[in-house]
């Protein structure tokens, strides 16, 4: 029996790094695009987040939860370079970015995969640090293969040498992005040049991977047992096209299967939802709570993989010691040591998060740099202060022998 979606999404996640010295300008492009519009969390239409986060990540990651009304009002009277530069004081800001004229405009070919882009977001911290996440849905298919294929195939659409014309006969389901080098331009446009992106060796030609999918009750239910459709999952988890038969790491791999029918998978290269429409949370709860709490966990995640990497390359470069030490020491008390949230599966999902991507071991190599470079400085300034000192008993030392000298006898 083939594998039959009910429900399913995709956001492909870009990261990037701005400049910091750059960064309010950068901040100011995008207010001045028409396309772009500055995202406002409120409990009312926001309470899951609100709920789900401790309040310190609320402060840093969703600032705008303590915008009112009247806050809100003001800021928008302002001028932009004026707002841009008041949002990069902010940790985090959030945009959300709107495609014009979004047209269908498919081709007349039976065997392409289409699909459209119904959200784009942009995540930006102000070290630098930012994520474009472009959602996808594809449209006019039930085929879980075509999911498999779509995924293993988009991630990719970034590299240079992908066909300019047609990648694999997938089609952009907006009259936006004509072929795969428009579509890289958008990217390029919205992100800027990959200079520093690639100083902290983020993979510029490779989306990060997240997806969800509820697969029809039919293949997973109480007769149907899991192990049924277990290897096209791990193709699934593994984000590997339908015809590919695979031998993974399960070292670097984790799974959490707290619900009966649904499986949240963990791996490097991204995170992936199964379920089975066999319980309706599975597609009425669950594809929100996925798109929302568990996504900006994630990218609370490969923030603090990338910002570790920034602040240890500064560490072996040695410029701006004290200014990085002082970064670092915040960024400990603020994120590292405290709770990102108190729910019992996004807090399971953040541990395998940090096993995962190994974040433990990234900041205690920053942290041994860090006391290194402590050790060093102390040392330094211990070796100044001796020398001070024998500098002032030398100048006592020949001011007690010219008095002596000079004293009458």
């Known amino acids: 029996m083939e594998l039959k979606t009910k429900y399913q999404y995709t956001y492909f996640i870009y990261p ?20 772009c519009k500055l995202k406002i969390f409120r409990k009312d239409k926001d309470l899951d987040i609100y709920t789900y986060f401790t309040h310190r990540v609320r402060n840093y990651m969703f600032n705008t ?21 008041i949002l990069a004081k902010n940790h985090c800001t959030i945009f959300e970015y709107t495609i014009k004229n979004d047209i269908q405009g498919k081709t007349e070919e039976k065997n392409g995969i289409f699909f459209k882009i119904p959200k784009i977001e942009i995540i930006c911290f102000n070290t630098g640090i930012c994520f474009l ?34 990648y694999d006969n997938i089609k952009v389901q907006t009259d936006c992005f004509e072929d795969v080098k428009n579509f890289r331009n958008f990217i390029e446009d919205l992100t800027g040049p990959n200079t520093e992106s690639i100083k902290l060796e983020i993979d510029t030609e490779r989306f990060l991977t997240y997806s969800y999918v509820c697969v029809d009750q039919e293949n997973w239910n109480n007769n149907n047992e899991f192990e049924n459709i277990s290897s096209t999952y791990i193709k699934f988890l ?3 096209p339908n015809d590919n038969n695979v031998n993974y790491d399960k070292e670097n791999i984790r799974v959490i299967s707290k619900w009966k029918y649904a499986k949240l998978g963990i791996t490097k290269q991204g995170i992936t939802l199964f379920s089975s429409s066999y319980e309706m949370n599975n597609y009425t709860v669950l594809p ?25 390359l500064e ?32 807090s399971l999902f953040y541990q395998y998060l940090k096993d995962v991507l190994e974040l433990k071991t990234t900041y205690y190599d920053t942290k041994n740099k860090y006391d290194i470079l402590y050790k060093e400085m102390n040392i330094e300034k211990s070796a100044k202060n001796n020398m001070a000192i024998v500098l002032l008993l030398l100048t006592a030392l020949i001011l007690n022998i010219i008095n002596i000298w000079f004293l009458p006898k």
């Open 133 to 166: 996440c472009i959602k996808t849905n594809i449209e006019d298919s039930y085929r879980f293969a075509d999911i498999l294929n779509f995924n293993y195939k988009f991630r990719d659409i970034n590299q240079e040498f992908a066909n300019l014309n047609n």
């Open 65 to 85: 939860f303590n915008w009112n009304k009247t806050k809100l009002s003001k800021f928008e009277e302002l001028p932009l370079d004026t707002r841009s530069a």
């Open 288 to 312: 929100k709570e996925f798109e929302e709490q568990y996504l900006y966990t994630y990218i609370m995640a490969i923030y603090t993989k990338i910002y570790l990497r920034k602040i240890n």
């Open 238 to 240: 593994n984000i590997l």
């Open 16 to 35: 990037f790094a701005i400049k910091e010295t750059k960064y309010t300008r950068y901040l100011l492009k995008l207010l001045k695009d028409e396309n």
């Open 315 to 346: 560490f072996r470069q040695g410029t701006n010691i004290n200014k990085t030490r002082n970064e670092f020491i915040k960024f400990t008390k603020e994120l590292w040591i405290n709770e990102v949230t108190l729910d019992d599966t996004g």
